[in-house]
Protein backbone atom coordinates (compact mmCIF):
# COMPACT_ATOMS: atom_id res chain seq x y z
CA UNK A 1 0.00 0.00 0.00
CA UNK A 2 0.90 3.57 -0.94
CA UNK A 3 0.62 5.78 1.85
CA UNK A 4 0.85 9.39 1.39
CA UNK A 5 1.04 11.67 4.61
CA UNK A 6 0.71 15.51 5.09
CA UNK A 7 2.82 16.71 8.10
CA UNK A 8 3.88 19.37 10.41
CA UNK A 9 6.24 18.63 12.82
CA UNK A 10 5.57 17.49 16.66
CA UNK A 11 2.37 16.11 16.23
CA UNK A 12 2.29 14.50 12.44
CA UNK A 13 5.71 13.13 13.29
CA UNK A 14 4.52 11.21 16.82
CA UNK A 15 1.45 9.73 14.27
CA UNK A 16 4.28 8.99 11.50
CA UNK A 17 5.66 6.94 14.38
CA UNK A 18 2.34 5.20 14.93
CA UNK A 19 1.70 4.95 11.39
CA UNK A 20 5.12 3.48 10.78
CA UNK A 21 3.87 0.69 13.93
CA UNK A 22 0.79 -0.07 12.25
CA UNK A 23 1.82 -1.03 8.61
CA UNK A 24 3.65 -3.72 6.92
CA UNK A 25 7.09 -3.65 5.89
CA UNK A 26 5.93 -3.78 2.09
CA UNK A 27 3.76 -0.96 2.62
CA UNK A 28 5.41 2.57 1.44
CA UNK A 29 5.24 5.72 2.92
CA UNK A 30 5.59 9.48 1.79
CA UNK A 31 5.73 12.19 3.93
CA UNK A 32 4.75 15.53 2.28
CA UNK A 33 6.64 18.16 5.07
CA UNK A 34 5.30 21.45 5.72
CA UNK A 35 8.97 24.16 5.27
CA UNK A 36 6.68 27.13 5.94
CA UNK A 37 8.46 27.03 9.37
CA UNK A 38 11.71 27.24 7.66
CA UNK A 39 13.66 29.99 9.22
CA UNK A 40 17.31 31.16 8.53
CA UNK A 41 18.93 31.75 11.68
CA UNK A 42 22.98 32.68 11.90
CA UNK A 43 23.19 32.57 8.08
CA UNK A 44 21.77 28.67 7.96
CA UNK A 45 18.45 27.36 6.64
CA UNK A 46 16.80 25.81 9.82
CA UNK A 47 13.95 23.26 8.41
CA UNK A 48 11.93 22.55 11.93
CA UNK A 49 9.58 20.27 11.04
CA UNK A 50 11.64 18.40 8.33
CA UNK A 51 14.13 17.76 11.15
CA UNK A 52 11.47 17.03 13.74
CA UNK A 53 9.79 14.17 11.52
CA UNK A 54 13.60 13.13 10.47
CA UNK A 55 14.60 12.94 14.20
CA UNK A 56 12.14 11.23 15.40
CA UNK A 57 11.43 8.32 13.11
CA UNK A 58 14.96 8.26 12.92
CA UNK A 59 15.45 7.83 16.71
CA UNK A 60 17.64 10.89 17.86
CA UNK A 61 14.43 13.14 18.65
CA UNK A 62 14.92 14.96 22.45
CA UNK A 63 11.65 12.31 23.35
CA UNK A 64 10.13 15.20 26.62
CA UNK A 65 10.76 17.81 24.12
CA UNK A 66 9.35 17.09 21.21
CA UNK A 67 11.41 18.70 18.99
CA UNK A 68 15.40 19.05 19.00
CA UNK A 69 18.20 15.95 19.65
CA UNK A 70 18.65 13.79 22.55
CA UNK A 71 21.74 14.07 25.07
CA UNK A 72 21.94 17.76 22.97
CA UNK A 73 24.44 20.31 24.30
CA UNK A 74 24.31 24.05 24.35
CA UNK A 75 27.59 25.59 24.20
CA UNK A 76 26.47 27.69 20.81
CA UNK A 77 24.02 29.03 21.95
CA UNK A 78 25.98 30.43 25.19
CA UNK A 79 28.56 31.96 23.04
CA UNK A 80 25.91 33.61 20.95
CA UNK A 81 24.73 34.92 23.98
CA UNK A 82 28.40 36.25 24.79
CA UNK A 83 28.49 37.63 21.48
CA UNK A 84 25.34 39.73 21.87
CA UNK A 85 24.16 37.95 18.66
CA UNK A 86 20.30 36.74 18.75
CA UNK A 87 17.56 35.41 18.74
CA UNK A 88 17.75 34.44 22.51
CA UNK A 89 14.55 32.86 21.95
CA UNK A 90 15.13 30.21 19.13
CA UNK A 91 16.58 27.20 20.56
CA UNK A 92 19.13 25.41 18.77
CA UNK A 93 21.48 23.21 20.51
CA UNK A 94 25.17 22.08 18.74
CA UNK A 95 24.11 18.59 17.53
CA UNK A 96 20.97 20.05 15.58
CA UNK A 97 23.58 23.14 14.38
CA UNK A 98 24.85 19.67 12.66
CA UNK A 99 22.08 19.47 10.58
CA UNK A 100 21.42 22.83 9.46
CA UNK A 101 25.40 23.19 8.28
CA UNK A 102 25.41 20.52 6.49
CA UNK A 103 21.95 21.50 4.82
CA UNK A 104 23.20 24.72 3.96
CA UNK A 105 26.54 24.15 2.97
CA UNK A 106 24.72 21.51 0.45
CA UNK A 107 21.96 23.86 -0.60
CA UNK A 108 24.73 26.50 -1.23
CA UNK A 109 26.86 24.26 -3.02
CA UNK A 110 23.46 24.30 -5.62
CA UNK A 111 21.23 21.37 -4.24
CA UNK A 112 17.89 21.26 -3.75
CA UNK A 113 15.82 21.23 -0.59
CA UNK A 114 14.25 17.74 -1.64
CA UNK A 115 17.88 16.64 -2.39
CA UNK A 116 19.72 18.12 0.90
CA UNK A 117 16.37 16.00 2.72
CA UNK A 118 17.04 13.24 1.42
CA UNK A 119 21.09 13.47 2.03
CA UNK A 120 20.08 13.69 5.66
CA UNK A 121 18.05 10.64 5.52
CA UNK A 122 20.80 8.51 4.29
CA UNK A 123 21.56 8.87 8.15
CA UNK A 124 18.55 8.59 9.57
CA UNK A 125 17.06 5.97 7.90
CA UNK A 126 13.56 7.52 8.72
CA UNK A 127 11.48 4.67 7.40
CA UNK A 128 9.43 6.94 4.91
CA UNK A 129 10.38 9.03 1.88
CA UNK A 130 10.71 12.11 3.28
CA UNK A 131 9.94 15.32 0.78
CA UNK A 132 9.66 18.91 1.63
CA UNK A 133 6.23 20.45 -0.04
CA UNK A 134 8.44 22.75 -1.97
CA UNK A 135 12.28 23.51 -2.72
CA UNK A 136 11.20 27.20 -2.95
CA UNK A 137 11.66 28.97 -0.20
CA UNK A 138 8.09 30.04 1.98
CA UNK A 139 7.94 31.32 4.87
CA UNK A 140 4.92 31.96 7.03
CA UNK A 141 4.31 35.03 8.73
CA UNK A 142 2.09 36.09 11.07
CA UNK A 143 0.22 39.27 11.17
CA UNK A 144 -0.20 40.57 15.14
CA UNK A 145 -0.85 44.23 16.38
CA UNK A 146 1.27 44.77 20.04
CA UNK A 147 2.89 47.81 21.39
CA UNK A 148 4.80 48.12 18.41
CA UNK A 149 1.78 48.39 16.04
CA UNK A 150 0.70 46.56 13.83
CA UNK A 151 3.17 44.13 11.93
CA UNK A 152 3.94 40.88 10.62
CA UNK A 153 6.54 37.84 12.40
CA UNK A 154 7.89 34.86 11.17
CA UNK A 155 5.91 32.13 12.51
CA UNK A 156 8.50 31.05 14.69
CA UNK A 157 8.76 33.89 16.28
CA UNK A 158 5.14 34.19 17.16
CA UNK A 159 4.93 31.10 18.40
CA UNK A 160 8.19 30.29 20.21
CA UNK A 161 9.18 34.19 20.88
CA UNK A 162 5.06 35.21 21.44
CA UNK A 163 4.28 32.09 22.84
CA UNK A 164 0.83 33.22 20.47
CA UNK A 165 0.21 34.97 23.31
CA UNK A 166 -0.81 38.09 20.82
CA UNK A 167 -3.69 37.78 18.86
CA UNK A 168 -3.00 36.48 15.18
CA UNK A 169 -4.78 38.77 12.55
CA UNK A 170 -3.64 36.85 9.60
CA UNK A 171 -1.72 34.10 8.36
CA UNK A 172 0.28 34.50 5.50
CA UNK A 173 2.77 31.95 4.06
CA UNK A 174 4.93 34.51 1.82
CA UNK A 175 6.34 32.94 -1.33
CA UNK A 176 3.50 30.13 -1.45
CA UNK A 177 1.91 31.63 -4.24
CA UNK A 178 4.88 31.20 -6.54
CA UNK A 179 6.54 28.10 -4.89
CA UNK A 180 6.09 24.43 -6.82
CA UNK A 181 5.34 21.29 -5.45
CA UNK A 182 8.89 19.49 -5.01
CA UNK A 183 9.54 16.63 -7.48
CA UNK A 184 7.81 13.43 -6.34
CA UNK A 185 5.05 15.41 -4.60
CA UNK A 186 1.92 15.41 -7.06
CA UNK A 187 3.38 12.07 -8.21
CA UNK A 188 2.90 10.47 -4.93
CA UNK A 189 -0.14 12.08 -4.39
CA UNK A 190 -1.54 11.01 -7.52
CA UNK A 191 -0.19 7.39 -7.09
CA UNK A 192 -1.35 6.98 -3.26
CA UNK A 193 -3.43 4.20 -1.87
CA UNK A 194 -4.29 6.36 0.92
CA UNK A 195 -3.26 9.97 1.66
CA UNK A 196 -3.71 10.87 5.56
CA UNK A 197 -3.85 14.56 6.99
CA UNK A 198 -2.06 13.79 10.88
CA UNK A 199 -3.62 15.63 13.77
CA UNK A 200 -0.99 18.46 13.11
CA UNK A 201 -1.81 21.87 12.82
CA UNK A 202 -4.39 22.46 10.04
CA UNK A 203 -3.17 26.43 9.17
CA UNK A 204 0.10 26.29 9.34
CA UNK A 205 1.26 22.84 9.07
CA UNK A 206 -1.41 20.97 6.77
CA UNK A 207 -2.78 24.08 5.63
CA UNK A 208 0.86 25.65 4.28
CA UNK A 209 1.54 22.67 2.58
CA UNK A 210 -1.97 23.03 0.64
CA UNK A 211 -1.26 26.95 -0.24
CA UNK A 212 1.44 25.28 -2.24
CA UNK A 213 0.02 25.67 -5.60
CA UNK A 214 -0.61 22.01 -7.20
CA UNK A 215 -1.26 20.17 -3.97
CA UNK A 216 -4.60 20.94 -2.81
CA UNK A 217 -5.74 20.23 -6.24
CA UNK A 218 -3.94 17.18 -6.67
CA UNK A 219 -5.49 15.98 -2.80
CA UNK A 220 -8.76 16.73 -4.07
CA UNK A 221 -8.34 14.75 -7.83
CA UNK A 222 -6.54 12.30 -5.84
CA UNK A 223 -8.26 9.00 -6.57
CA UNK A 224 -7.28 7.47 -3.22
CA UNK A 225 -9.53 8.26 -0.02
CA UNK A 226 -8.11 11.14 2.09
CA UNK A 227 -8.84 10.65 5.99
CA UNK A 228 -7.63 13.49 8.30
CA UNK A 229 -7.49 12.85 12.28
CA UNK A 230 -8.60 15.85 14.48
CA UNK A 231 -5.96 17.95 16.08
CA UNK A 232 -8.38 19.44 18.12
CA UNK A 233 -10.19 17.21 21.56
CA UNK A 234 -12.79 18.97 23.70
CA UNK A 235 -12.22 22.21 22.06
CA UNK A 236 -8.71 22.86 22.14
CA UNK A 237 -5.55 21.92 20.81
CA UNK A 238 -4.07 18.56 22.15
CA UNK A 239 -0.69 20.17 22.27
CA UNK A 240 0.14 23.79 20.79
CA UNK A 241 -1.58 26.57 20.38
CA UNK A 242 -3.60 25.70 17.19
CA UNK A 243 -6.78 27.54 18.96
CA UNK A 244 -4.85 30.87 18.31
CA UNK A 245 -4.29 30.43 14.31
CA UNK A 246 -7.48 29.01 13.60
CA UNK A 247 -8.50 32.01 14.81
CA UNK A 248 -7.26 34.12 12.10
CA UNK A 249 -8.64 31.94 9.39
CA UNK A 250 -12.41 32.14 11.18
CA UNK A 251 -12.39 28.93 11.74
CA UNK A 252 -13.82 28.00 15.04
CA UNK A 253 -11.23 25.38 17.32
CA UNK A 254 -13.22 21.96 17.64
CA UNK A 255 -13.06 18.75 15.20
CA UNK A 256 -16.09 19.74 13.34
CA UNK A 257 -14.96 22.80 12.42
CA UNK A 258 -11.80 21.79 11.28
CA UNK A 259 -13.32 19.21 9.36
CA UNK A 260 -15.51 21.61 7.69
CA UNK A 261 -13.05 24.06 6.95
CA UNK A 262 -10.75 21.20 5.13
CA UNK A 263 -14.58 20.00 3.69
CA UNK A 264 -15.76 17.28 1.62
CA UNK A 265 -14.13 18.61 -1.80
CA UNK A 266 -10.86 17.60 0.17
CA UNK A 267 -11.41 14.91 2.83
CA UNK A 268 -13.32 11.71 2.73
CA UNK A 269 -12.98 10.87 6.38
CA UNK A 270 -12.61 12.46 9.58
CA UNK A 271 -11.48 10.94 12.98
CA UNK A 272 -12.49 13.22 15.95
CA UNK A 273 -11.64 11.77 19.79
CA UNK A 274 -14.00 10.03 21.95
CA UNK A 275 -14.62 13.38 23.82
CA UNK A 276 -16.10 14.98 20.76
CA UNK A 277 -18.30 11.86 19.50
CA UNK A 278 -21.46 14.39 19.60
CA UNK A 279 -19.75 16.21 16.58
CA UNK A 280 -19.66 12.98 14.42
CA UNK A 281 -23.33 13.76 13.19
CA UNK A 282 -22.75 17.27 11.84
CA UNK A 283 -19.39 15.94 9.95
CA UNK A 284 -21.07 13.07 8.30
CA UNK A 285 -24.11 15.30 7.34
CA UNK A 286 -20.90 17.72 5.20
CA UNK A 287 -20.57 14.66 3.35
CA UNK A 288 -17.43 13.15 5.24
CA UNK A 289 -17.56 10.14 6.93
CA UNK A 290 -16.65 10.52 10.24
CA UNK A 291 -15.78 8.22 13.42
CA UNK A 292 -15.11 8.48 16.98
CA UNK A 293 -12.43 6.75 18.69
CA UNK A 294 -9.54 7.95 20.77
CA UNK A 295 -6.95 10.34 19.94
CA UNK A 296 -4.35 11.04 22.19
CA UNK A 297 -0.74 10.18 21.34
CA UNK A 298 0.11 8.59 24.60
CA UNK A 299 2.46 6.34 23.29
CA UNK A 300 3.43 4.55 20.16
CA UNK A 301 0.70 1.85 20.46
CA UNK A 302 -1.82 4.15 21.07
CA UNK A 303 -0.95 5.59 18.42
CA UNK A 304 -0.53 3.04 15.92
CA UNK A 305 -3.89 2.33 16.87
CA UNK A 306 -5.25 5.57 15.68
CA UNK A 307 -3.16 5.03 12.35
CA UNK A 308 -5.31 1.72 12.19
CA UNK A 309 -8.26 3.50 12.69
CA UNK A 310 -7.50 5.90 9.99
CA UNK A 311 -6.72 3.33 7.20
CA UNK A 312 -9.78 1.22 7.79
CA UNK A 313 -11.70 4.52 7.67
CA UNK A 314 -9.95 5.16 4.33
CA UNK A 315 -11.07 1.53 3.18
CA UNK A 316 -14.65 2.07 4.22
CA UNK A 317 -14.63 5.69 2.20
CA UNK A 318 -12.54 4.28 -0.95
CA UNK A 319 -14.60 5.22 -4.12
CA UNK B 1 54.41 53.73 22.71
CA UNK B 2 52.88 52.79 19.74
CA UNK B 3 54.09 48.72 19.17
CA UNK B 4 53.16 47.03 16.36
CA UNK B 5 53.49 43.15 16.48
CA UNK B 6 53.05 40.81 13.24
CA UNK B 7 52.00 37.20 14.47
CA UNK B 8 50.67 33.65 13.52
CA UNK B 9 48.90 31.67 15.88
CA UNK B 10 50.07 29.84 18.89
CA UNK B 11 53.51 31.24 19.18
CA UNK B 12 52.32 35.04 18.66
CA UNK B 13 49.51 34.72 21.08
CA UNK B 14 51.95 33.69 23.85
CA UNK B 15 54.51 36.08 22.91
CA UNK B 16 51.90 39.06 22.84
CA UNK B 17 50.39 37.54 26.22
CA UNK B 18 53.90 38.15 27.80
CA UNK B 19 54.20 42.04 25.57
CA UNK B 20 51.25 43.03 27.59
CA UNK B 21 52.12 42.52 31.16
CA UNK B 22 55.19 43.70 30.04
CA UNK B 23 54.41 47.37 28.88
CA UNK B 24 52.29 49.77 30.54
CA UNK B 25 48.33 51.01 29.98
CA UNK B 26 49.92 54.05 27.85
CA UNK B 27 51.05 51.35 25.41
CA UNK B 28 49.26 50.58 22.43
CA UNK B 29 49.86 47.53 20.66
CA UNK B 30 48.46 46.57 17.12
CA UNK B 31 48.88 43.38 15.85
CA UNK B 32 48.64 42.97 12.50
CA UNK B 33 47.37 39.12 12.23
CA UNK B 34 48.30 36.47 9.48
CA UNK B 35 45.04 35.28 7.41
CA UNK B 36 47.13 32.74 5.10
CA UNK B 37 46.05 30.05 7.26
CA UNK B 38 42.16 30.70 6.80
CA UNK B 39 40.29 27.92 5.54
CA UNK B 40 36.89 27.72 4.47
CA UNK B 41 34.85 24.61 6.33
CA UNK B 42 31.17 23.65 6.43
CA UNK B 43 30.20 26.92 4.14
CA UNK B 44 32.27 28.58 6.93
CA UNK B 45 34.78 30.86 7.06
CA UNK B 46 37.72 30.02 9.70
CA UNK B 47 40.80 32.43 11.03
CA UNK B 48 42.93 29.94 13.24
CA UNK B 49 45.82 32.54 13.54
CA UNK B 50 42.87 35.70 14.41
CA UNK B 51 41.46 33.94 16.82
CA UNK B 52 44.19 31.84 18.56
CA UNK B 53 45.25 35.47 19.47
CA UNK B 54 42.09 36.51 20.15
CA UNK B 55 41.27 33.46 22.51
CA UNK B 56 44.57 33.65 23.90
CA UNK B 57 44.56 37.52 25.05
CA UNK B 58 40.83 37.21 25.87
CA UNK B 59 40.99 34.58 28.49
CA UNK B 60 39.08 31.98 26.61
CA UNK B 61 41.96 29.76 25.10
CA UNK B 62 42.74 26.14 25.59
CA UNK B 63 45.71 26.23 27.57
CA UNK B 64 47.47 23.15 26.98
CA UNK B 65 46.30 22.86 23.41
CA UNK B 66 47.06 26.07 22.81
CA UNK B 67 44.19 26.26 19.99
CA UNK B 68 40.80 26.51 20.23
CA UNK B 69 38.65 27.15 23.25
CA UNK B 70 38.53 25.91 26.80
CA UNK B 71 35.45 24.19 27.98
CA UNK B 72 35.07 23.01 24.67
CA UNK B 73 32.17 20.39 23.45
CA UNK B 74 32.37 17.99 20.75
CA UNK B 75 28.96 17.75 19.21
CA UNK B 76 29.23 18.96 16.35
CA UNK B 77 32.07 16.86 15.26
CA UNK B 78 30.83 13.73 16.48
CA UNK B 79 27.51 14.41 14.29
CA UNK B 80 29.76 15.46 11.48
CA UNK B 81 30.99 12.11 11.58
CA UNK B 82 27.55 10.51 11.68
CA UNK B 83 26.62 12.60 9.00
CA UNK B 84 30.01 10.96 6.69
CA UNK B 85 30.59 14.75 6.44
CA UNK B 86 34.74 15.55 6.64
CA UNK B 87 37.37 16.68 7.35
CA UNK B 88 37.60 14.48 10.24
CA UNK B 89 41.07 15.83 10.72
CA UNK B 90 39.99 19.33 11.38
CA UNK B 91 38.99 19.93 15.26
CA UNK B 92 36.47 22.53 15.43
CA UNK B 93 34.82 22.17 18.79
CA UNK B 94 31.30 23.73 19.14
CA UNK B 95 32.39 26.70 21.16
CA UNK B 96 34.18 27.50 18.50
CA UNK B 97 32.03 26.93 15.68
CA UNK B 98 30.24 29.81 17.11
CA UNK B 99 32.86 32.09 16.26
CA UNK B 100 32.62 30.96 12.95
CA UNK B 101 29.03 31.28 12.88
CA UNK B 102 28.78 35.24 13.73
CA UNK B 103 32.18 36.15 11.63
CA UNK B 104 30.59 34.65 8.48
CA UNK B 105 27.21 35.55 8.93
CA UNK B 106 28.87 38.86 9.56
CA UNK B 107 30.62 38.72 6.16
CA UNK B 108 27.53 37.30 4.21
CA UNK B 109 25.98 40.75 5.67
CA UNK B 110 28.97 42.49 3.74
CA UNK B 111 31.28 43.73 6.64
CA UNK B 112 34.49 43.26 5.62
CA UNK B 113 37.43 40.88 7.63
CA UNK B 114 38.37 44.10 9.91
CA UNK B 115 35.18 45.04 10.71
CA UNK B 116 34.18 41.50 11.69
CA UNK B 117 37.42 40.83 13.57
CA UNK B 118 36.99 44.18 15.68
CA UNK B 119 33.28 43.09 16.33
CA UNK B 120 34.18 39.83 17.65
CA UNK B 121 37.14 41.56 19.81
CA UNK B 122 34.54 43.93 21.54
CA UNK B 123 33.52 40.63 23.47
CA UNK B 124 37.16 39.17 23.37
CA UNK B 125 38.93 42.12 24.78
CA UNK B 126 41.83 41.52 24.10
CA UNK B 127 44.49 44.76 24.97
CA UNK B 128 45.13 44.97 21.46
CA UNK B 129 44.14 46.27 18.55
CA UNK B 130 43.71 43.31 16.27
CA UNK B 131 44.13 43.63 12.40
CA UNK B 132 43.91 40.64 9.81
CA UNK B 133 46.63 41.61 7.56
CA UNK B 134 44.50 41.88 4.74
CA UNK B 135 39.99 41.51 3.99
CA UNK B 136 41.33 40.10 0.72
CA UNK B 137 41.52 36.16 0.74
CA UNK B 138 44.57 34.79 0.82
CA UNK B 139 45.16 30.94 1.54
CA UNK B 140 48.58 29.30 1.82
CA UNK B 141 48.47 26.33 -0.12
CA UNK B 142 51.41 23.84 0.19
CA UNK B 143 53.26 21.79 -2.98
CA UNK B 144 53.67 18.13 -2.10
CA UNK B 145 54.47 14.84 -3.71
CA UNK B 146 53.15 11.69 -2.19
CA UNK B 147 51.68 8.40 -3.34
CA UNK B 148 48.80 10.80 -5.10
CA UNK B 149 51.59 12.78 -7.02
CA UNK B 150 52.66 16.31 -6.78
CA UNK B 151 49.50 18.66 -6.16
CA UNK B 152 48.93 21.51 -3.96
CA UNK B 153 47.52 21.46 -0.41
CA UNK B 154 45.73 23.59 1.62
CA UNK B 155 48.27 24.95 4.65
CA UNK B 156 46.13 23.70 7.42
CA UNK B 157 45.44 20.35 5.34
CA UNK B 158 49.71 20.21 4.96
CA UNK B 159 49.88 20.60 8.90
CA UNK B 160 47.02 19.43 10.57
CA UNK B 161 46.00 16.16 9.05
CA UNK B 162 49.89 15.21 6.78
CA UNK B 163 51.69 16.67 10.42
CA UNK B 164 54.21 17.89 7.76
CA UNK B 165 55.44 14.42 6.98
CA UNK B 166 55.98 15.02 3.41
CA UNK B 167 58.21 17.54 2.31
CA UNK B 168 56.67 20.87 1.45
CA UNK B 169 57.92 21.31 -2.07
CA UNK B 170 56.74 24.71 -2.26
CA UNK B 171 55.00 27.74 0.01
CA UNK B 172 52.34 29.65 -2.06
CA UNK B 173 49.79 32.10 -0.09
CA UNK B 174 47.62 31.86 -2.94
CA UNK B 175 45.50 35.38 -3.20
CA UNK B 176 48.35 37.22 -1.39
CA UNK B 177 50.02 38.78 -4.82
CA UNK B 178 46.36 40.70 -5.20
CA UNK B 179 45.61 41.37 -1.85
CA UNK B 180 45.78 44.82 -0.08
CA UNK B 181 46.76 45.19 3.11
CA UNK B 182 43.79 45.94 5.91
CA UNK B 183 43.00 49.34 6.48
CA UNK B 184 45.03 50.69 9.28
CA UNK B 185 47.81 48.26 8.47
CA UNK B 186 50.08 50.03 6.51
CA UNK B 187 49.10 53.15 8.99
CA UNK B 188 49.95 51.58 12.22
CA UNK B 189 53.18 50.34 10.84
CA UNK B 190 54.25 54.07 9.57
CA UNK B 191 53.63 55.34 13.17
CA UNK B 192 54.98 52.73 15.35
CA UNK B 193 57.61 53.15 17.83
CA UNK B 194 58.56 49.67 17.48
CA UNK B 195 57.97 46.76 15.02
CA UNK B 196 58.55 43.82 16.78
CA UNK B 197 58.43 39.94 14.83
CA UNK B 198 58.01 37.35 17.70
CA UNK B 199 58.77 33.60 17.38
CA UNK B 200 56.06 33.21 15.01
CA UNK B 201 56.76 30.96 11.87
CA UNK B 202 58.49 32.93 9.64
CA UNK B 203 57.41 31.41 6.23
CA UNK B 204 53.64 30.55 6.82
CA UNK B 205 53.19 33.31 9.40
CA UNK B 206 55.55 35.89 9.51
CA UNK B 207 56.57 35.30 5.70
CA UNK B 208 52.90 35.68 4.89
CA UNK B 209 51.84 38.67 6.27
CA UNK B 210 54.90 40.30 4.35
CA UNK B 211 53.76 38.80 1.01
CA UNK B 212 50.91 41.30 1.06
CA UNK B 213 52.26 43.64 -1.25
CA UNK B 214 53.47 47.05 0.08
CA UNK B 215 53.24 45.50 4.17
CA UNK B 216 57.12 44.34 3.96
CA UNK B 217 58.21 47.68 1.85
CA UNK B 218 55.95 49.74 4.54
CA UNK B 219 58.17 47.58 7.37
CA UNK B 220 60.89 48.40 5.63
CA UNK B 221 60.62 51.84 5.29
CA UNK B 222 59.15 53.06 9.06
CA UNK B 223 61.09 54.64 11.25
CA UNK B 224 60.89 52.33 14.26
CA UNK B 225 63.14 49.34 14.77
CA UNK B 226 62.10 46.58 13.81
CA UNK B 227 63.58 43.48 16.23
CA UNK B 228 62.42 39.94 15.80
CA UNK B 229 62.67 37.00 17.98
CA UNK B 230 63.70 33.67 16.96
CA UNK B 231 61.36 30.84 16.98
CA UNK B 232 64.41 28.68 16.16
CA UNK B 233 66.41 27.22 19.55
CA UNK B 234 69.02 24.53 18.84
CA UNK B 235 68.49 24.70 15.51
CA UNK B 236 64.92 23.29 16.10
CA UNK B 237 61.50 24.83 16.19
CA UNK B 238 60.45 25.70 19.17
CA UNK B 239 56.92 24.20 18.92
CA UNK B 240 55.20 23.46 15.34
CA UNK B 241 57.00 22.30 12.63
CA UNK B 242 59.05 25.78 10.90
CA UNK B 243 61.53 23.45 9.82
CA UNK B 244 59.72 21.81 6.89
CA UNK B 245 58.57 24.89 5.73
CA UNK B 246 61.53 26.59 6.01
CA UNK B 247 63.26 23.92 4.16
CA UNK B 248 60.71 24.47 1.16
CA UNK B 249 62.11 28.29 0.98
CA UNK B 250 65.33 26.94 1.11
CA UNK B 251 66.24 28.45 4.24
CA UNK B 252 68.12 26.11 7.32
CA UNK B 253 66.53 25.81 10.37
CA UNK B 254 68.60 28.13 12.44
CA UNK B 255 68.15 31.18 14.44
CA UNK B 256 70.78 32.57 12.14
CA UNK B 257 69.74 32.07 8.76
CA UNK B 258 66.00 32.61 9.88
CA UNK B 259 67.41 36.65 10.83
CA UNK B 260 69.48 36.64 7.40
CA UNK B 261 66.60 35.52 5.53
CA UNK B 262 64.62 38.19 6.72
CA UNK B 263 67.93 40.33 6.33
CA UNK B 264 68.84 43.93 7.56
CA UNK B 265 66.66 45.41 4.99
CA UNK B 266 63.61 44.71 6.95
CA UNK B 267 64.72 43.84 10.35
CA UNK B 268 67.00 46.47 12.78
CA UNK B 269 67.48 43.95 15.74
CA UNK B 270 67.18 39.96 16.25
CA UNK B 271 67.21 38.19 19.54
CA UNK B 272 68.36 34.37 19.92
CA UNK B 273 68.13 31.62 22.58
CA UNK B 274 71.49 31.38 25.31
CA UNK B 275 71.74 28.37 23.51
CA UNK B 276 72.12 29.90 20.03
CA UNK B 277 74.56 32.74 21.60
CA UNK B 278 77.45 31.20 18.93
CA UNK B 279 75.15 32.25 16.13
CA UNK B 280 75.37 36.62 17.64
CA UNK B 281 78.46 37.08 15.89
CA UNK B 282 77.50 36.07 12.42
CA UNK B 283 73.81 37.75 12.61
CA UNK B 284 75.48 41.39 13.76
CA UNK B 285 77.80 40.95 11.16
CA UNK B 286 75.24 40.97 8.61
CA UNK B 287 73.95 44.55 9.82
CA UNK B 288 71.46 42.97 12.59
CA UNK B 289 72.00 43.60 16.00
CA UNK B 290 71.83 40.45 17.82
CA UNK B 291 71.49 39.42 21.63
CA UNK B 292 71.54 36.22 23.38
CA UNK B 293 68.58 35.77 25.64
CA UNK B 294 66.41 32.93 26.75
CA UNK B 295 63.41 32.69 24.44
CA UNK B 296 61.56 29.88 26.03
CA UNK B 297 57.99 30.84 26.78
CA UNK B 298 57.75 29.02 29.98
CA UNK B 299 55.31 31.16 31.42
CA UNK B 300 53.67 35.27 31.14
CA UNK B 301 56.82 36.02 32.80
CA UNK B 302 59.33 34.37 31.19
CA UNK B 303 57.96 35.98 27.94
CA UNK B 304 57.59 38.85 29.45
CA UNK B 305 61.37 39.11 30.04
CA UNK B 306 61.29 38.21 26.15
CA UNK B 307 59.54 41.32 25.45
CA UNK B 308 61.72 44.09 27.83
CA UNK B 309 64.74 42.22 25.73
CA UNK B 310 62.91 42.88 22.48
CA UNK B 311 61.59 46.71 23.81
CA UNK B 312 65.56 47.14 25.20
CA UNK B 313 67.08 46.03 22.01
CA UNK B 314 64.49 47.94 19.75
CA UNK B 315 66.04 51.31 22.15
CA UNK B 316 69.37 50.26 21.61
CA UNK B 317 69.01 50.01 17.58
CA UNK B 318 66.76 53.40 16.93
CA UNK B 319 67.93 55.25 14.37
Known amino acids: MRIVALAGGIGGARFLRGLLAAVGPQDEIT ?7 DIHLYGLKVCPDLDTVMYTLGGGIHEEQGWGRTDETWSIKAEMK ?10 LGDRDFATHLVRSQMLTAGYSLSQVTEALCVRWKPGVRLLPMSDDRVETHVRI ?28 PVGADTAKPAPGVLEAIAAADVILFPPSNPVVSIGTILAVPGIREAVAAAPAPVVGLSPIIGGAPVRGMADKVLAAVGVEATAEAVALNYGSALIDGWLVDTADEASVAAVEEAGIACRAVPLLMTDVEATAEMARAALALAEQVRR
Open 31 to 37: VIGNTGD
Open 82 to 91: EYGVGPEWFG
Open 145 to 172: TDEQGTRAVHFQEYWVRLHAAVDAEAIV
